[in-house]
């Protein structure tokens, strides 16, 4: 008995499940459904094959006759499109092996007139398409969609539809994300001259990098206590350090939790400095994250932004009327519109809202916490001076894919 490979590929393979299950039924029942062959090659029947010669069990073959290999193509994906367990991945694998048999035979009756060649070979593809999109009994928007998840899709994604791992839904909602996240990267770098520089480094030892009172301005967004073993620890390890850096005359927004414990420690350090006037915090409030239905104790839908300044820093620049108040009422970056890099990140809008408010055009604008970039792309796009440090290659990657300039130091 000959296997061809290449028709070998035209069979669903079996789960491990699945063959064990047959397994079991041919040694305690035998091969009840006999091989089907063309000539001396298998065309149906491989895995009962397999299992027959393994085990040394007797099994029936019948002959068929086709005139070519392509015929005999033809008449196996017809008989495995009429399988129940085969996935929808399949499905549409075989048909393509069909529909390109099909155009293939139909131009070989064409003829020779080469001008004509074009308009029928259009008019076949229309044609042969229609006819097998009914013979799978699909929607034209399902057959649509699955065209765009095989044109795009990786082979390893091709593999899990065809195992039935994943559908075609799924794969093209991954792909439309995967696009817009793309999209929404690319347009980071937009209107951006210099391109802010993030540098690999422990942010105490980025901090030191500077001169007392030579930063105009820190906007950063530190992890947070659900992230951190001792968060008193942590907040006094850098922040008052921060302070020291920062000039007089500027600025600072530290993005934090709310949870009592984290505001508890902000509020100690804070009040313990008396370099920089402590505003009323300001809340980051989004409404684009339900969660589930709380029974003790209310879902948190906020964070805390504390505002430092002195009398000697600039004014405001709260002209427009939803700028003034403390509370910034803006949806979180959505992974669903490809928006949402990490699980903490601040949208665009309350970065550049900040950035306008509170710092000048030319200004040093610092973040010790850069992470994806958000705060120091939005400073670069609105004229300022950006620069950051980060000790999370991986979150610095996506950065620099966002328009940043990575410097990894040692």
């Not at 299950?21 to 090659?41: F, M, N, Y």
């Not at 942010?203 to 001792?230: G, K, M, Q, R, V």
């Not at 519109?337 to 000048?360: C, F, N, V, Y």
């Amino acid at each position: 008995m000959k296997i061809n490979e290449d028709l070998k590929k035209l069979i669903q393979p079996l789960s491990i499940e699945e063959k064990e299950i047959l397994t079991q039924s041919i040694k305690h029942e035998g091969c009840r459904d006999a091989l089907v062959v063309w000539d001396d090659t298998l065309i149906d029947g491989h895995n009962r094959y397999e299992i027959c010669t393994a085990f040394d069990i007797p099994f029936n073959t019948i002959n068929k006759e086709f005139e070519n290999i392509e015929e005999a193509k033809q008449w196996m994906i017809n008989n495995q499109l009429g399988r129940r367990n085969l996935t929808d991945g399949w499905k549409y694998e075989l048909i393509q092996v069909k529909k390109a048999l099909l155009m293939e035979k139909g131009k070989e009756t064409q003829g020779k007139r080469t001008d004509l060649l074009p308009t029928m070979g259009k008019k076949l593809n229309h044609n042969t398409q229609k006819e097998l999109s009914n013979e799978l009994s699909w929607s034209n928007g399902k057959i649509s969609r699955a065209d765009k998840v095989w044109a795009q899709a990786t082979p390893e994604v091709k593999e899990q539809i065809k195992a039935g791992e994943t559908t075609f839904n799924q794969a093209y909602n991954a792909i439309r994300l995967s696009q817009k996240k793309k999209e929404y990267m690319k347009s980071s770098a937009e209107n951006i001259i210099t391109p802010p520089v993030i540098h690999l480094i422990d942010c105490i030892d980025y901090l030191n990098s500077f001169e007392d009172n030579s930063i105009d301005a820190i906007i950063t967004d530190p992890p947070y206590i659900t992230d951190i073993d001792d968060i008193n620890k942590f907040v006094r390890s850098w922040l008052p350090l921060a302070i020291q850096k920062t000039k007089l005359t500027g600025r600072m927004y530290i993005c934090t939790g709310a949870y009592p414990k984290e505001v508890q420690v902000y509020l100690n350090v804070l009040l313990d400095q008396d370099k920089f006037i402590i505003d009323n915090p300001l809340i980051w409030t989004y409404r684009n994250t339900l969660g589930v239905t709380p029974k003790m104790k209310y879902n948190l839908n906020y964070q805390m932004i504390w505002h430092l300044y002195s009398k000697d820093s600039p004014e405001l620049d709260t002209g427009i009327t939803n700028d003034m108040f403390s509370v910034q009422d803006i949806n979180a970056p959505d992974g669903r519109i490809g928006s949402r890099l990490h699980t903490w990140q601040k949208p665009d809008e309350l970065a550049d809202r900040l950035i306008r408010q509170g710092t000048l055009e030319g200004w040093q604008i610092i973040d010790p916490f850069a992470c994806t970039g958000t705060f120091l792309l939005s400073g670069a796009r609105m004229g300022r001076n950006a620069e950051g440090g980060d000790n999370n290659l991986e979150n610095i990657k996506i950065a620099e894919e966002r328009g940043c300039k990575i410097e990894i130091h040692g």
